[in-house]
């Protein structure tokens, strides 16, 4: 079976600040015409931000599309041309006031594959140093240190519910466990 669907028109719906909306139209593998509404999202570094003594730096801000207050690893979403990397040191300081002396992409995940384009590049921050936060103007968070099994609890409760903060803390903690990561 060949997996592959091929695009015969492309239609913009909506033009957004963080977003694009397309309609596409493709032709399937057995032929058959069918629709696809895509998102176009230009990606976004996420940044797993862990301590010396094992603690990580969550945020925490209101979520209006979930309407709650969401616990996160701080992310943001790629300037056009922005190199991931950049992104993440730009977002860990704005976010929560720390610099990193290094930081290592761990993993590339694709958040929505169904209806959406967003690519997320996730990187473990270490060797930090604590500055101060600047947000966004329309930006409402504050940050905060977390023990890792605190994190790890909250994800099981299901305190914590974003996906790519899920992700990254267990995947950070299986770098913890196989020795892959040492702090």
Do not use: W
């Not at 079976?1 to 719906?13: D, Q």
């Amino acid at each position: 079976m060949k997996y592959y669907e091929r695009t015969i028109k492309t239609e913009p719906i909506y033009e957004g600040s963080i977003f694009d909306i397309e309609k596409l139209t493709v032709e399937l593998p057995n032929g058959k015409i069918t629709y696809r509404d895509v998102i176009r999202n230009p990606g976004a570094s996420v940044i797993v931000p862990i301590t010396e003594d094992g603690h990580v730096i969550l945020v925490k801000q209101y979520r209006k599309p979930i309407e709650e207050v969401s616990l996160e690893i701080p992310a943001g979403k790629l300037d056009h041309g922005e190199e991931p990397i950049q992104c993440a040191a730009r977002e860990l300081k704005e976010e929560t006031g720390y610099a990193a002396k290094k930081l290592t992409k761990i993993m590339t995940l694709h958040p929505a594959p169904a209806f959406a384009d967003e690519i997320l590049h996730i990187f473990i921050a270490t060797g930090l140093s604590l500055g101060e936060a600047c947000p966004d103007e329309d930006e409402f968070i504050h940050s905060g240190k977390y023990k890792l099994d605190e994190v790890i609890n909250m994800i099981q409760d299901g305190t914590i519910k974003d996906a790519k903060t899920v992700a990254g803390i267990l995947f950070v903690a299986r770098m913890l466990e196989t020795g892959d990561l040492k702090l």
